[in-house]
Structures are given as C-alpha cells and as structure tokens.
C-alpha cells in the first residue's frame, strides 16, 4: 500500500485530476448558497483517478515478476491493491469533507452532525465498493485498460437501461440498472437508517458485489503466467 501512495503522489498527472476533482466542487459550496454537502458530489472520479491501472500498470511495467519472484502471495498483493486505493480515494473525500464544512462554518451553515456522518461514511463506503470494481477490470487487461472497460461496461449497461425504458420493457429496463448497480456499489445511508424495517437486499448487493469482485481479481492474477526470465 505504501508503494502504490508514493507512486501516486509522484505522478503530476494524477495529482492535477486529484485537485481539480476537490476544487471544483469546493467552488459550488462557495458560490452556491444552500447548496449542502449534494455539491461534493460523490467518490468516483477519485477511485478512478487513483486506481486506474493499479494492477495492470504493474503487469505492463514487469514489477509483478520481481514481486512475486519474493516471497509474496497472489492474494495479499490483490487485496493489498484495493485497500491502498480504497484508503487513498476515502482520504481525499474526507479532507474535500474538511474544507467544505470550514467554508460552510464561516458562513454558519453547517449541516447536521449526522447528515455529516451519514455524508462520509457513505463516500468511504462507495470508495471500497468501487476500488473493488476496478482491481477486478485492471486484473484482467494490462496497463491502464481498465478504464477502457470500465466505461464500455458503464456505457453499454446505460444503454440497456435507456432501451429498457423507451421500450417499457421492465425486465430491460431491471437489467440496465443492477448492471449499473453492481459498477457503482454502493449504500444510500440515509435511507437504510430512517427505513423500518431496514431493507437488507441494498447491503447484501453490496457486500457481494465486493466480495465476488475481489475473489475474480485473484483468480485472475493467479492464472496469469509471468516469464521471469523476460
């Protein structure tokens, strides 16, 4: 996890998205009176930004036969991934969280404490759920191709659920939105908390999608054959 933080705080590039995914919404709290913490917006430009290429850089770079040439296990490198990710991307929402509640206390129009809490629990939770997605793309296809496929399978399942929708085909329409649901997991808190009684199929969804997504990314990663000698 500490190599993957130092190569992504080395990287001008991600650096760059990183502060203008923080700035721009940092502005709408600015500029736009009575606009919340809605304005924030939500974790996945800083999944992306962080994650992408978090498994297949390594495969394209040959780190992965130095590492696994040490005594490093398949799974632990996978896991390890995601949390890396995971932890960078939840960190970056909390300090944007940080500063719009500074910006929001100069103007005294500070949300709830737990509207607050709810906020950020549910940024880092979309951040676990969606680094897990992504170790699974980048397990299958080299460099930063993940990207790549995580876009064709977000656009391809927006497109069954518009066809869905103009049809009146419910089952389409059904289909297009738990495909949507299972590349965007994750868990409304607001509505689980004040829902009685609470609704489990949101966190099972969840809890699964993550689950089964870690399991295929190392099934993945230990069938890939790697040529020391190259």
Same mark, same amino acid.
């Given at each position: 996890m500490a190599a993957l933080w130092r190569q992504r705080l080395t990287s001008p590039i991600r650096l760059v998205l990183l502060g203008s995914l923080m700035g721009m919404p940092l502005l709408a709290v600015v500029f736009m009176h009575g606009a919340g913490l809605s304005a924030l917006g939500d974790s996945?430009?800083?999944?992306?930004?962080?994650?992408?290429?978090?498994?297949?850089?390594?495969? /394209?770079?040959?780190?992965?036969? !130095?590492? @696994? %040439? &040490?005594?490093? &296990? &398949?799974? $632990?490198?996978?896991?390890s991934?995601?949390?890396?990710?995971?932890?960078?991307? /939840?960190?970056?929402?909390?300090?944007?969280?940080?500063? %719009? !509640? %500074?910006?929001?206390?100069?103007? $005294?129009?500070?949300?709830?404490?737990? $509207?607050? @809490?709810?906020?950020?629990?549910?940024?880092?939770?979309?951040? @676990?759920?969606?680094? %897990?997605?992504?170790?699974?793309?980048? /397990?299958l296809i080299p460099g930063f191709g993940d990207l790549a496929l995580y876009f064709l399978f977000t656009l391809s399942a927006s497109v069954v659920h518009w066809v869905g929708q103009v049809k009146q085909w419910p089952w389409l329409d059904r289909a297009g939105s738990e495909i949507l649901a299972s590349l965007q997991p994750k868990l409304d808190l607001a509505q689980l908390v004040h829902a009685s009684p609470m609704p489990w199929f949101p966190i099972v969804s969840y809890a699964s999608t993550v689950t089964l997504c870690l399991a295929l990314a190392i099934v993945a990663v230990n069938r890939k054959e790697l040529s020391y000698a190259s």
């Open positions: 996945q430009g800083a999944v992306l930004v962080l994650g992408a290429g978090m498994i297949g850089q390594d495969v /394209s770079s040959g780190v992965l036969q !130095l590492l @696994f %040439a &040490r005594p490093v &296990r &398949r799974p $632990d490198y996978v896991v991934r995601w949390l890396g990710v995971a932890i960078a991307a /939840s960190a970056v929402a909390l300090v944007q969280l940080g500063l %719009a !509640l %500074a910006l929001m206390a100069a103007r $005294d129009s500070l949300p709830g404490a737990q $509207d607050v @809490f709810l906020y950020a629990a549910g940024r880092v939770i979309e951040s @676990f759920g969606l680094a %897990a997605v992504l170790a699974l793309f980048s /397990s």
